[in-house]
């Protein structure tokens, strides 16, 4: 076989994806998914414990409704990056046909810059919401416990996401694909 017509190995930069923003993007997905997984178990046996009281006992447990409550808050607001990473979330299908499908690498980069800005502006007015709680010294009427801190997990879930939006932009081959075999 001649030199011409050996096939060459093609390497399409479509599909790569450099090893360190695989390593950070994989670290995100775990952290996130562990405070997913964390705030809902701990917020199922807060329920589960009160429950427990009030039929067993007669009385139920100080502070374990409104510890639920605080976890389930955190599962959901870090739900929404956690999604990100799966394609999971609902989007507007009707422009879809509207530009040629030549264009789709095309419209899902810009897509994902767009993303990107809102999550960044998202977490950034996060920040400012929960300063000002800070700064005014906001408590929980029941616990001993500083909402900012609750709050903070808006920061980390936008900016979460707006990170890998961001590296769907540099690395399409990180972003999900939908049940559609379509690239969110």
Same mark, same amino acid.
């Given at each position: 076989?001649?030199?011409?017509?050996?096939?060459?190995?093609?390497?399409?930069?479509?599909?790569?994806?450099?090893?360190?923003?695989?390593?950070?993007?994989?670290?995100?997905?775990?952290?996130?998914?562990?405070?997913?997984?964390?705030?809902?178990?701990?917020?199922?046996?807060?329920?589960?414990?009160?429950?427990?009281?009030?039929?067993? !006992?007669?009385?139920?447990?100080?502070?374990? *409704?409104? %510890?639920? &409550?605080?976890?389930?808050?955190? #599962? /959901? +607001?870090?739900?929404?990056?956690?999604?990100?990473?799966?394609?999971?979330?609902?989007?507007?299908?009707?422009?879809?046909?509207?530009?040629?499908?030549?264009?789709?690498?095309?419209?899902?980069?810009?897509?994902?810059?767009?993303?990107?800005?809102?999550?960044?502006?998202?977490?950034?007015?996060?920040?400012?919401?929960i300063y000002?709680?800070?700064?005014?010294?906001?408590?929980?009427?029941? !616990?001993?416990?500083?909402i900012w801190?609750? *709050?903070? %997990?808006? &920061?980390?879930?936008?900016?979460? #996401? /707006? +990170?890998?939006?961001?590296?769907?932009?540099?690395?399409?081959?990180?972003?999900?694909?939908?049940?559609e075999g379509?690239?969110?």
């Amino acid at each position: 076989m001649e030199k011409s017509e050996q096939k060459q190995p093609r390497f399409d930069r479509q599909d790569y994806v450099p090893p360190a923003m695989r390593f950070i993007y994989n670290i995100i997905v775990k952290a996130e998914t562990f405070i997913c997984y964390v705030s809902f178990l701990a917020g199922t046996i807060a329920l589960v414990v009160d429950i427990f009281g009030r039929e067993v !006992l007669g009385q139920g447990v100080f502070g374990a *409704q409104r %510890v639920a &409550v605080y976890c389930m808050a955190v #599962a /959901g +607001i870090m739900g929404f990056s956690y999604v990100v990473s799966h394609g999971g979330h609902l989007r507007p299908t009707i422009l879809d046909n509207l530009v040629p499908q030549k264009y789709n690498a095309l419209t899902a980069r810009i897509a994902d810059v767009i993303s990107c800005l809102l999550c960044f502006f998202l977490a950034y007015a996060s920040y400012l919401f929960i300063y000002s709680t800070y700064t005014i010294g906001e408590q929980d009427m029941t !616990l001993p416990l500083y909402i900012w801190k609750i *709050q903070s %997990v808006l &920061v980390f879930a936008f900016g979460f #996401a /707006g +990170i890998k939006f961001l590296m769907f932009v540099f690395a399409p081959a990180l972003r999900p694909v939908s049940d559609e075999g379509v690239d969110i």
